[in-house]
């Protein structure tokens, strides 16, 4: 079974910079599908970033390109989110999520765009401040 367990986040400002991890055990095939999804009171869970191992490729959502990086540490068993140029925004519980097996990079961004992947960490909340 996929566990999926968040750490990192908390409050900065404007302009600041934050990191969250996720740490991910119990997958079962060679190829992932990780991705970053954050949600606001109110809205809808929208997808942040995406790693597709098989490629590898990422995937960002045009609100967050040239200031969020999504990086996998296969050593550690990782994936991170680093955050830079925050901005009030960007306030939401951020969730990781993942998927493993036979799928194509075509199908692993269909699962990041509706927010269909199968294994969920707990979320982790980022406020930013202006």
């Known amino acids: 079974q996929v566990q999926l367990v968040q750490s990192g986040g908390g409050s900065a400002q404007a302009g600041g910079s934050l990191r969250l991890s996720c740490a991910y055990s119990g997958f079962s095939y060679s190829t992932y599908c990780l991705a970053w999804f954050r949600q606001s009171p109110g809205k809808e869970r929208e997808g942040v970033a995406l790693f597709y191992t098989g490629a590898p490729s990422t995937r960002y959502t045009d609100s967050v390109k040239g200031r969020f990086t999504i990086a996998l540490d296969i050593a550690k068993k990782t994936l991170d989110l680093q955050m830079k140029n925050l901005k009030p925004e960007d306030t939401a519980m951020y969730y990781c999520?993942?998927?493993?097996?036979?799928?194509?990079?075509?199908?692993?961004?269909?699962?990041?765009?509706?927010?269909?992947?199968?294994?969920w960490g707990q979320g982790t909340q980022v406020t930013v401040s202006s």
């Open positions: 999520a993942a998927d493993d097996g036979y799928m194509t990079e075509v199908e692993c961004e269909a699962r990041w765009t509706s927010a269909g992947l199968n294994f």
